[in-house]
């Protein structure tokens, strides 16, 4: 007999639909999804079945293999990992880059023009942790900020190409959004939803010239060349089983330029591999030399 939240579901939900999903999530990018979260995998992509116009779970399954497989699982990911993200989020992070990071590296472009700054935003969603990185950045070296770089990555394309546009709902902004920065590095867009679908607030040219997105799965190959000074890499570690945690941790370390500097989640912690980082605050740690 079948459950009775089974009988009154919009599509028919299989246990092997389910394993098939979270099979393929997990060889893909490495989340972790076990029966727990079955409920809330049907919650969250119903919706692309109604977008697709795709009758059961077994037809979205095949779906996944097919052609736009590839695309469609940007889409899968971002439902499934569907997170609170907002500008300053955390913002004892970017308290330590503005007081303790950036001041020496101000002093060094004073003395050299061509001295680079890089930081990595690993995971960076709808864009908003890497403006908040960028609009510390430009407030504490001025003009000289230009020649110092952001990358930004994420695995769906559909999501970073959200956060190359840069446009955000006012009024979040302005609750998040320190008021300095917000008159400094935004403008508005519009004062009505007739003319720009509500109240909204874009991200300043000069800000945005400092950061790079592209589309990267961090289980895969990592191209850049160079090392950073700072990877931001918050709240992504959570999906991933322990295994995978210490494997991307260990592989940040030979991002990092020596003694440099990595950011993690909340509930992310990386007393794992306490021999190759030291912890430098609530979740900062610095590579040990």
Known sequence: MPEAADRVREFEWRDQDFRFLSGLLHEKTGIVLNEKKKEMMYGRLVRRLRTLKIDSF??????????????????T??????????????????DYLRDKLLPPVSKKVNLDSSHHFRVWSAGCSSGQEPYSIAMVMRSVLGPSARNCKILATDLDSNILATAQFGQYDGE????TIPRTYLASFTKRVGDSAKDSGGDLVKMGDEIKKLITYKQLNLLHDWPMKGKFDVIFCRNVMIYFDKETQDKLVRRYATYLKPEGILFIGHSESLLSVSDVY??????IYRLLP
């Open 58 to 75: 077994s037809g979205y399954c095949d779906y996944l293999t097919g052609p736009s497989g590839d695309r469609e699982l940007g889409f």
């Open 77 to 94: 990911l971002n439902a499934i990992t569907t997170n609170t993200t907002n500008f300053f989020r955390e913002n004892h992070h970017f």
């Open 172 to 175: 979040k902004c302005r609750k």
């Open 278 to 283: 030291k912890c430098e605050g609530k979740t």
